[in-house]
Structure formats: C-alpha cells, structure tokens
C-alpha cells in the first residue's frame, strides 16, 4: 500500500509545519505504506521523504523533466519517476497511490487535491482524501467547503468525502476506516434525478 501526499516545496512559516512532516514519514513507514510525493528535495517534501528514507521506507518520487532540470529533485529515494509533463505526473502519482493526503502547500497542493478529490466524486476511483491540517491551516478551506453545502454547490455526502485530522496519527486513522461505500457517484446520481423528472 501506498498513500500521495501532497504538500509544499516550501518549509512554510511555522516550525510545526516540518514536525508534521517528519511525523507523518515515519508514521507511514510504522504502518507499512509507502510514500509518493512530488519528488523534491526542499520544503515540506524534503522533509517527509528523508523521515521515511531515514526510518527504512519506501518514498517515491514523481516530477516533471522541467522541474529536474532545475535540480530540486531528491536524490536520495527509493526511487524517481520522470514525467513529460505536470498531467502525466499526476496520473501517475494516482495510479501508484492507494490514498491522498494534502499537508500545508500553495496553490499546486490545493490544485493536485482537488482534481483527485473531484475524480473520487465523480466515481473514477474509491480511495480516501484527506486534509492533514496542521496549525488550523485548512480551517478556511473547511469553512468555505461548508458555504459550498449550504448554497448547494456541493452535496453534503460528498463534503463528507474529504476527511480531515490535525494530527497525522488520527489522519492515518482514518483514512484506514474508510469506506468507498460511503463515496457516491454524482454522475450517476444526476442521470437518475433526470430520468425521474
């Protein structure tokens, strides 16, 4: 089993931010998952690929020539993947994966949940999304989710898709309960409104 985990090339402003990280490697490692990330050796990535390296697991990298090219990658890993482009390195990080988990990052992080978590909604896959909210940093996010829900953007049971924890512990937790059962498909369910009406 492996899980993605998506998050920031930078260290962020908080050192709690890295405590996170280095946790959630070792925690990984402690539980038999393997890591897929981005590929980086800086930031937030950097620092949960060494924890898993330094604690005896598996990291996976996965980055664009382009980035390469700018000597960011980690050399050290189990093992790097390079892509052609940032839409292949996405559905390869997805078809390597078994769950995604976003920690603090910048636009990328939001954008590379997102579309997964928008796959996950539109039935392409059943594995659990989840927020790894460190410091409150995705307490915004969770807000404006819910104003989604409740000017009917965003179906309640899909809102319930994207689980989040503050602690990497209770993360993995749950991430481990999940039941695709509970993931709907809103294409499916949209064709059968329609045939009713």
Known sequence: ?????FCGSSAGSRP??????????????????????????????????????E?????????????????????????????????ERKALM???SDGFIAM???????????E???????GRHHKPCALLNTCGFYDGLGCFLDTQVEEKFLRPAHRTTLLCESAPSTLLAAMHNFRPAANSNAIAE????????
């Open 190 to 197: 949209k064709l059968r409104v329609n045939k009713s009406e």
């Open 104 to 114: 603090p990052g910048g636009i990328g992080t939001l954008e590379e949940i997102f």
């Open 16 to 53: 709690e931010y890295i405590v996170a990280a280095r946790e959630l490697g070792r925690l990984l490692v402690q539980r038999g998952i393997g890591l897929v990330y981005g590929g980086a050796s800086v930031g937030l990535m950097g620092a949960l690929a060494d924890a898993v390296l």
């Open 55 to 87: 604690t005896g697991g598996e990291a996976i990298g996965v980055m664009p020539q382009f980035l390469v090219d700018h000597e960011i990658a980690h050399r050290g890993l189990t093992e790097l993947r390079v892509t052609r482009s940032m839409h």
């Open 94 to 96: 997805a078809s390597l």
């Open 1 to 5: 089993m492996r899980y993605c985990v």
């Open 116 to 122: 997964i978590w928008t796959w996950a909604q539109l």
